[in-house]
């Protein structure tokens, strides 16, 4: 299974999301979609994207709707995509939460950008570095990508989550219950041993590489501990 950051669509026209499956395929992210406020609020709820794309011109509900609903219990970036073009429209989506605001006809590679800067952005206003190196491993965060000397390496969405909670406190201890609640949705049921499979597959993916030492560190009975960027 791939790393892809998920992107969320929100778009009732069939074109513009096919084509925009293939432009955001074709930059290794994972493309959802939703037809109407409905879809995409369950979506965001359920499957969680890393960033939404969202059209205002909704069949069931106006799409500034959607915006403030999302802002109401959401910070996941979101980016007006509209045919709304005039001023008033883009300050008034910006200023309901928007991240950015593009408006149709658009070009591939502009919106490619703009969704580059707004998961740079999100991740910065959170405090976390978007790019964790340490010796031979390197976890690009915007992309979710993940090398080991250079290689690619392949993790399971529940990997890269736990590998991602590490990277994002890499030098600090976190504890078995806080690894839980971040990985798996603060389901406290979940068995520490549960956990210490995970670390230990994490571990046979990531090395030791090339002499170094192991880059997830465990402090007995407490958690674990990523060895911090250099």
């Given at each position: ?75 996941v970036p ?12 883009k300050v ?55 090398q080991l ?82």
């Open positions: 299974m791939t790393n892809a950051v998920r992107v969320l669509v929100v778009d009732d026209e069939k074109p513009i999301r096919r084509l925009l499956r293939t432009t955001l395929q074709a930059q290794d992210y994972d493309m959802l979609e939703a037809a109407t406020a409905a879809e995409a609020l369950d979506s965001v709820r359920r499957e969680r994207p890393a960033l939404v794309i969202l059209d205002l011109g909704l069949p069931d509900r106006d799409g500034l709707d959607v915006l403030r609903e999302l802002r109401a219990e959401s910070a979101v980016i007006v995509l509209s045919s709304r073009d005039f001023e008033a429209a008034q989506a910006l200023d309901e939460g928007a991240d950015d605001y593009v408006s149709k006809p658009f070009g591939s590679e502009e919106l490619m950008a703009r969704i580059r800067a707004a998961l740079r952005h999100r991740m910065q206003q959170q405090g976390a570095r978007p790019l964790y190196r340490s010796g031979p491993l390197s976890v690009d965060l915007i992309h979710r990508r993940v000397g250079g290689d690619d390496v392949h993790l399971s969405p529940k990997e890269y989550a736990l590998l991602e909670q590490l990277v994002l406190h890499a030098g600090k201890v976190l504890t078995h219950r806080t690894l839980i609640e971040a990985v798996w949705d603060g389901d406290l049921q979940t068995d520490v041993q549960y956990l210490r499979i995970y670390v230990r597959q994490l571990r046979q993916k990531l090395g030791p590489c090339h002499g170094q030492p192991e880059f997830i560190q465990t402090e007995a009975g407490v958690g674990y501990r990523l060895r911090a960027a250099d």
